[in-house]
């Protein structure tokens, strides 16, 4: 996978089922040698997952700089048995586009267009929205498209907490036969993985694994429990995954078709009463499957850039003080989000900056041996602990990616009331990030002006305590987060040009924003595309999208109780629609930018290539 490209160095991310050394070449269009080497210890840090797995971050500083705008071919080659030298045309002849002899890149400095998107969830009965990025980059290489210069997805790459039984199935048994590497687990008649595999309670009835006693019932209710939310969706945890092995078992089968050839997805080990389910699931996951060549492809293809979101970790992940106080206080269930986080640091975190993340790699890497991990609970320690996941990336314009996860502003008046979605000093660093700029591409999971309607409906089931039943997670339910966001965008300072991409909510909607009773107001757009593979309730939606428009039309008087009042918010409309403003649709986002970043066009592009533009 191609991760971080800047003029001075590239990243790359892969796993391996050896440490045999590697080598590594560069190209330029016209095929002339740009680097070539045998890699080191200094440029490709290893971390040992298993008996025949590895998670490899790679490095390299050309001795040139990257001229922008410039394609470049790439190569990873290993010695096989036989003491030949293969590289990935022989290794994985379908890494490569047609007529093409080598993956390749394109390095752009100066933004044009970007892909981006969230929420990917193996199972959900829709196409897969990476498919359409491998499209675009086909086009691309066709001469039919413009090149894509980065693919940011913010959140949800992998659905931790909601996993189908047939894909719990192929997860356990690529456990096997990676051989990765097991632990001890914290709960009554289970010692270690391995136990949790064979337990009956395995497949579709994990809650039951849990202690039930009074003093966990917390634990039970915020963290497991499967809990049913009429206004908008349900999370199945009955598959919960547990075990770090399952968890690095995931990533090898949502990025890479290696592990689905080899599984046999039978439900010989799922009880009686859930065969049914795991049948209707079972076409979903191997529909999900047949696409992962073309998944793979893509990655090799272009820059990729990964933040957080719930689902990466669990549902309602940080939502409120009271979670947390249940969570990290229970041994099993605070096992349970550390090792989900370890995954995220080794799979995605690491790769967007591996200079930053430098510091962490160090207090690490040496825990990951031969016998598992060591220091498993020090190692979860110091991940909960680590608080510089947000990075910023120096192309024009600017793209500053946020945390919005682990550096909560908690509440102090309540246990149950929504922790803001970056605290006070969060906020400032992003705002001496801002400072400067002409324009600023700004990465959030959750968008931060949303749909009003259903801000205010998360309200009102806040007041009432119930802010878990609606995953009230968005920028206005925290007073103190909203107005140091929306003070940030007054302030004279902020950059005039200003585009926001976000995900998170399963529909996709643009606005334009401007400042009201301002001569000079920032242009301010926001482009929320969600999800890759994932969708809103069709009629559920329909009818939010027309209360919202009847509700709060620009002249209603409901405005004025809602924080934004002091701003002027224009919707886009899906292909010209004269009346809708939500598009529900699984795909992937495709942000165009003209005239260093004055114009800005959005549209969502499907798995089968149809385009949804959102017309100013």
Known sequence: ??????????????????????????????????????????????????????????????????????????DFS??????????????????????????????????????????????????????????????????????????????????????????????????????????????????????LLTNEQCYYQRPLLLPDDVAHQTVISYFFAGKKKPIFTSVNANNHLVTFAEVMAMYTLIWSPEMWRRLNMMDERIPTQFKDIFHTELPLVKDFAEGMSRVRRALAHVPVYMIFDDHDVTDDWNLTRGWEDAVYNNPFARRIVGNALIGYWLCQGWANDTAKMTPLAQQLCDKFSTQGILEHDRVI????????????????????????????WRSESSLVKPSGLMDWEALCELQQELIGQDAVIMVSAAPIFGVKLIETVQRIFTFFGKSLMVDAENWMAHKGTASVILNIFRHFRTPPNFVILSGDVHYSFVYDITLKFRRNSPQITQITCSGIKNEFPKKLLTWFDRLNRILFHPKSPLNWLTQRRNMKIKHRKPNNDKVRTLHNGSGIGLLELHD??????????????????FAR
């Open 596 to 613: 260093g970043c004055k114009q800005v066009d959005a549209s969502v592009i499907s798995a089968k290539g149809e385009e949804t533009k």
């Open 78 to 195: 290993v010695t096989n048995p036989q003491h030949e030298i293969q590289g990935l045309a022989e290794l994985i002849p379908d890494i490569l586009y047609p007529d093409q002899h080598l993956p390749s890149f394109v390095f752009n400095q100066q933004l044009s267009r970007v892909l981006h998107g969230s929420c990917r969830k193996p199972h959900h009965a829709s196409d897969d929205g990476l498919l359409a990025v491998d499209s675009q980059l086909q086009q691309a290489l066709n001469q039919t498209d413009e090149q894509v210069d980065m693919l940011i997805m913010s959140g949800d790459q992998v659905y931790v907490d909601d996993v189908a039984g047939p894909t719990l199935v192929a997860i356990h048994q690529v456990v096997e036969i990676l051989g990765l590497y097991d632990e001890d687990i914290l709960i009554e008649d289970i010692t270690d993985g391995k136990q």
């Open 1 to 74: 996978m191609v991760r971080k490209v800047t003029s001075k160095s590239l990243t790359f991310w892969m796993m391996t089922s050896s440490d045999c050394p590697i080598r590594f070449s560069l190209q330029n269009t016209q095929r002339q040698s740009i680097l070539d080497t045998w890699l080191f210890d200094e440029q490709i840090h290893r971390v040992r997952v298993g008996v025949h797995a590895y998670v490899c971050v790679i490095t390299l500083v050309p001795e040139q700089p990257l001229s922008d705008g410039q394609r470049y071919y790439y």
């Open 381 to 408: 320690d110091i991940l909960l602990d680590w608080d510089q996941w947000h990075f910023a990336l120096d192309t024009q314009p600017k793209v500053v990616v946020l945390d919005t996860r682990t550096q909560r």
